[in-house]
């Protein structure tokens, strides 16, 4: 089937003997830091074996602003890739706590329009990124086009910059993010059943959220800000999401309407690669 999930990384049974004296350094030197974590020399914070603890600067936005909505959508099937990410274990939101207290802030000043935000992605482990790097290196998994980048050959998507060995997301301070009415229902789920529909067409799939000009993730140079070819409703719902983001600390992603990074994110040089579990 589509689902490839790699598992937590574990020593081989049969490990040469240098890699054992290997990992008992690192293990000591872990303990040494009283810290769960080995942060290595290039820049990549690799998450132990067991211990489900955050990294200490991290939390779990449903801690900080229960009233955000989480639809996580790589700890699922409704993406461009069409399967969960790796390092996806839980379909939650973690950030670092200046990212999580900034989004919170501009959350309770929408509610007084009556509205409120909802996040997509937030941080993303390197594995994910690694994951989407070899989903776009394989030319043939076509299995989303029609949805997500139906106007894209998806062997350009790295000279495009939809892809990218790197991502921002991974140092735990940037998120994909959109608008809904406050008080709405829960939004149709996605069985999987749905005709897959251009994310640029006004009949694409509706997650109920104010229009915006294209749906999530889409791969087109419509997402981008400023772009031509959208409503004037969605060019001033991306507006109001923009002016309160920026207005909270937060800077935009020219070709993405849905990204923002804490202009002031404490791990500027540190991509991290912990598993995402249920609190």
């Not at 670092?96 to 509610?111: P, V």
């Amino acid at each position: 089937g589509l689902s490839r999930r790699r598992s937590r990384v574990r020593a081989p049974s049969l490990a040469p003997p240098f890699l054992f004296i290997v990992l008992k350094f690192l293990v000591a030197y872990s303990a040494a830091m009283k810290s769960p974590y080995t942060l290595l020399s290039i820049g990549i914070l690799v998450a132990p074996v067991v211990a489900d603890e955050l990294p200490p600067g991290f939390v779990y936005l449903r801690d900080v602003a229960p009233q955000i909505r989480q639809d996580l959508r790589y700890a699922g099937d409704h993406n461009f890739v069409g399967r969960p990410i790796d390092g996806y274990e839980a379909a939650e939101c973690i950030l670092t706590q200046a990212a999580a207290e900034a989004l919170a802030a501009a959350a309770r000043e929408l509610a007084a329009s009556a509205l409120s935000l909802r996040v997509y992605d937030c941080y993303r482990p390197a594995r994910a990124v690694a994951d989407f790097v070899d989903w776009a290196k394989d030319v043939d998994d076509r299995v989303m086009q029609d949805e997500f980048y139906p106007r894209v050959d998806k062997s350009r998507l790295f000279e495009l910059g939809y892809i990218a060995e790197r991502s921002g997301h991974s140092r735990g301070s940037t998120v994909d993010l959109t608008i809904e009415r406050a008080g709405q229902g829960t939004p149709a789920a996605w069985t999987g059943t749905q005709d897959l529909v251009d994310c640029t067409l006004s009949n694409r799939f509706d997650d109920a959220v104010l229009e915006f000009g294209t749906g999530y993730d889409c791969f087109d140079d419509r997402a981008h800000h400023g772009a031509s070819g959208i409503s004037e409703q969605a060019a001033a719902n991306r507006r109001l999401l923009a002016d309160l983001m920026q207005k909270h600390g937060f800077a935009p992603y020219a070709e993405e309407w849905w990204h923002y990074t804490l202009a002031a994110e404490p791990f500027p040089d540190t991509h991290f690669d912990f598993v995402i579990v249920a609190p």
